[in-house]
């Protein structure tokens, strides 16, 4: 099998876990991917690799964009306090990535982990009504980037 025909096999399976996942898992996939892009922005900048840095820099802020863009504030108590977690992690993320600054990457990843463990831990605790939790607090509307 050539590396196309793996690659195509496996963005088929990434397609079909996101377009069958319920809001919860799509919630702690973003998150999973959030931290991963963070982890690997963060390694790209201590060797210096800028454009890759960028790369998983950008592709962070465009996930945080997407939380942001579906969360209810209006519809959650926690959504306020959410929210300007978002925006200064975004604003974070476009400072590490116009200055090269790593330590603005390391404070997101270190903001944002335990966020992502929170979720995680929702989700599984309760998997009947972790769903309509998540759904009434991002909208149910979320797309992976």
Known sequence: MTMYGIDARRADYAREAILNASPARLLTMLYDRLILDLQRAEIAQDIEDWDSASKHLLHAQDILAELTSSLKVDEWDGADALLGVYTFATKA???????????????????????RQTWHEAAAQAPDTAAPIVERAVGGTLGVA
């Open 93 to 115: 993320l476009i400072f590490a990535n116009i200055h090269r600054d790593v330590e603005s990457t390391r404070v997101c990843i270190t903001l944002l982990e335990p966020l």
